[in-house]
T-cell receptor
Framework: AQTVTQSQPEMSVQEAETVTLSCTYD???????LFWYKQPPSRQMILVIR??????QNATENRFSVNFQKAAKSFSLKISDSQLGDAAMYFC?????????????FGKGITLSVRP | GAVVSQHPSRVICKSGTSVKIECRSL??????MFWYRQFPKQSLMLMAT?????????EQGVEKDKFLINHASLTLSTLTVTSAHPEDSSFYIC??????????????FGPGTRLTVL
């Protein structure tokens, strides 16, 4: 079974600064997807960024980028120029490529606070 | 973009009653739907996976008779909490995904339903 580990329960960043959220995972599969989701106080889950394991290039979405290290099974999220609206709980997630019913496996999440 | 709605957003009920939560995919056909439960400041816990027209697959430890899931159409799934008790109070989130290889093969989340059982 796959596991996703987010070892830091909380982090804080100064507005306009950069912060990196860590995530490691364990799998025996070679093809899979990795995701970062944001859950603000409204509790609506929002997809931040997605990475396909077969792609060597790290995914980027505006101020959000990942550092995907497949051999190390590491998938960290970097938030640049942090904004107050980035304050939320962030979840790292894994999904197998195989099958229509493949499930998301979530990490425990990390609460990010942004200091003005 | 793909939108998933949930109704109601909040519900308060008395112990022993049943509560139904609806999940709809508004602009795509959801071949697979997922139901999660989330406690405050914790991760999402998958309860069950359902495909349109077939029985749901429940995760280990989830009571099938207590949490009834119906995926009657490609745009609607329902979760019924039967004989609810205070320990069932939680935040319930649904998620929907379109067919493999299609434009909506991502998992899109509903806004959640807060259930309080008195």
């Amino acid at each position: 079974a796959q596991t996703v580990t987010q070892s830091q329960p909380e982090m804080s960043v100064q507005e306009a600064e950069t912060v990196t959220l860590s995530c490691t995972y364990d799998t025996s599969e070679s093809d899979y997807y990795l995701f970062w989701y944001k859950q603000p106080p409204s509790r609506q889950m929002i997809l931040v960024i997605r990475q396909e394991a077969y792609k060597q290039q790290n995914a980027t979405e505006n101020r959000f980028s990942v550092n995907f290290q497949k051999a190390a099974k590491s998938f960290s999220l970097k938030i640049s120029d942090s904004q107050l609206g980035d304050a939320a709980m962030y979840f790292c997630a894994y999904r197998s490529q195989a099958g229509a019913n493949s499930k998301l496996t979530f990490g425990k999440g990390i609460t990010l606070s942004v200091r003005p | 973009g793909a939108v998933v709605s949930q109704h109601p957003s909040r519900v308060i009920c008395k112990s022993g009653t049943s509560v139904k939560i609806e999940c709809r995919s508004l602009d795509f056909q959801a071949t697979t739907m997922f139901w999660y439960r989330q406690f405050p400041k914790q991760s999402l816990m998958l309860m069950a996976t359902s495909n349109e027209g077939s029985k749901a697959t429940y995760e280990q430890g989830v009571e099938k008779d207590k949490f009834l899931i119906n995926h009657a159409s490609l745009t609607l799934s329902t979760l019924t909490v039967t004989s609810a008790h205070p320990e069932d109070s939680s935040f319930y989130i649904c998620s929907a995904r379109g067919p493999l290889g299609g434009s909506y093969n991502e998992q899109f989340f509903g806004p959640g339903t807060r259930l309080t059982v008195l």
